[in-house]
């Protein structure tokens, strides 16, 4: 005679809820990378922000919607710098704290997007556009970075800096700047945007 032993249900029950409760646990832990992102500084503009090894200070944010630089030669008037979206200045005092370095940025929208600060060829603007700029330690610099954005990633975009010529370091600080870019703002600065900003080196007065 085959004899059936007891099921405890009190057992099982707790048994799965111990389950469950640990699925959910290891769902709540963060993800490696999560845990190696970058740590983010907050600030706000005209406001000097210092972060683990570089400070910075955004003083204006103004659009544009082509730039007119200098030509490659004496002989060329200037060239014409167009935007795919619009261009978005910032300009902005940088320093390197403890060693000599490189102080990216980028433009975060809303969503999520990043937009990487342009090249310091485009616009080619010797010691003025900041980004690709070798900086020695303890010297400031006093410059502009220079974005390509879509239009609707304007409102509610916030400019970030960190470290080095890459993508921001791991485990180090990105500055995360709010700029004020709400509706009424950037409606005011589409309404003063340029539709050709002249950045030429001026010439000798007469």
Not at 132 to 138: D, F, I, N
Not at 159 to 187: E, M, N, T
């Amino acid at each position: 005679m085959n004899r059936h032993l007891p099921i405890h249900w009190g057992l099982v029950i707790a048994t799965l809820l111990s389950l469950a409760l640990i699925v959910v646990l290891r769902k709540q832990q963060p993800s490696f990378d999560e845990k190696t992102a970058p740590m983010q500084v907050n600030g706000a503009i005209d406001q000097q922000v210092k972060a683990r090894n570089f400070s910075v200070k955004v003083k204006k944010v103004k659009l544009a919607h082509a730039y007119l630089i200098d030509g490659r030669s004496s002989d060329e008037p200037g060239r014409e710098v167009h935007a795919d979206g619009i261009w978005v200045s910032a300009l902005a005092d940088v320093e390197a704290l403890q060693a000599n370095g490189f102080i990216s940025a980028q433009l975060r929208t809303r969503d999520g997007r990043v937009y990487r600060a342009a090249s310091n060829e485009r616009p080619r603007l010797k010691d003025f556009n900041l980004n690709e700029t070798y900086l020695v330690a303890g010297l400031p610099a006093s410059g502009a970075y220079f974005f390509d954005v879509p239009l609707k990633g304007l409102e509610g975009a916030t400019l970030q800096f960190y470290s080095g010529a890459l993508a921001p370091p791991q485990l180090d600080h990105l500055v995360d700047i709010d700029v004020g870019l709400d509706a009424k703002k950037v409606k005011a600065l589409l309404a003063e945007a340029s539709p050709m900003l002249d950045l030429r080196t001026p010439g000798p007065s007469k």
